[in-house]
């Protein structure tokens, strides 16, 4: 959807207003099948797309976040996506390629079936769709990537001179 925006009209955008952070996520919506284990598309069509959203908003640092967990019934019980570890490093990739920051939300989430032990805590922080986060759940993740995004300000703080 990225590559669709008009490049003269972002820069418009960026022309009028500061922005200093853009942040990607995008995922779960990629992992539609449950079989699915190739994303390597999905990489094809997200480089550009962060290339072009460097190069219409040079002042922002940009973050690339991965997919959160999201699970399917495989044998009669929900687990997480297969493919999940294989969309995740092609998020990495391309935030690696495009000189780009890279936050884990997966693994912030607790990894490997995180999505459906989320979804049976009492009070859960999923939906029982075993795919989004709820009220609480997304609260949680917020302030872990703030705080992931304040530990990391502070480390770069003591690196400087």
């Given at each position: 959807?990225?590559?669709?925006?008009?490049?003269?009209?972002?820069?418009?955008?960026?022309?009028?207003?500061?922005?200093?952070?853009?942040?990607?996520?995008?995922?779960?919506?990629?992992?539609?099948?449950?079989?699915?284990?190739?994303?390597?598309?999905?990489g094809?069509?997200?480089?550009?797309?962060?290339?072009?959203?460097?190069?219409?908003?040079?002042?922002?640092?940009?973050?690339?976040?991965?997919?959160?967990?999201?699970?399917?019934?495989y044998?009669?019980?929900?687990?997480?996506?297969?493919?999940?570890?294989?969309?995740?490093?092609?998020?990495?990739?391309?935030?690696?390629?495009?000189?780009?920051a890279?936050?884990?939300?997966?693994?912030?989430?607790?990894?490997?079936?995180?999505?459906?032990?989320?979804?049976?805590?009492?009070?859960?922080?999923a939906?029982?769709?075993?795919?989004?986060?709820?009220?609480?759940?997304?609260?949680?993740?917020?302030?872990?990537?703030?705080?992931?995004?304040?530990?990391?300000?502070?480390?770069?703080?003591?690196?400087?001179?």
């Amino acid at each position: 959807e990225f590559a669709k925006f008009d490049s003269t009209f972002l820069s418009q955008v960026a022309a009028e207003n500061a922005y200093d952070l853009l942040i990607f996520q995008y995922g779960v919506n990629v992992l539609y099948k449950p079989e699915d284990k190739n994303f390597n598309w999905y990489g094809r069509t997200l480089v550009p797309a962060v290339k072009k959203m460097k190069n219409c908003f040079p002042d922002a640092d940009i973050v690339v976040v991965s997919t959160a967990d999201r699970a399917f019934r495989y044998e009669g019980e929900y687990k997480s996506a297969i493919g999940i570890d294989s969309l995740i490093k092609v998020q990495a990739a391309a935030a690696y390629q495009t000189d780009c920051a890279f936050y884990n939300l997966f693994v912030t989430m607790g990894g490997k079936n995180s999505i459906v032990d989320w979804a049976s805590r009492n009070p859960s922080l999923a939906n029982k769709d075993y795919v989004h986060p709820n009220h609480r759940g997304a609260k949680l993740l917020a302030e872990y990537f703030f705080q992931a995004i304040l530990n990391d300000y502070q480390l770069y703080k003591i690196s400087q001179p």
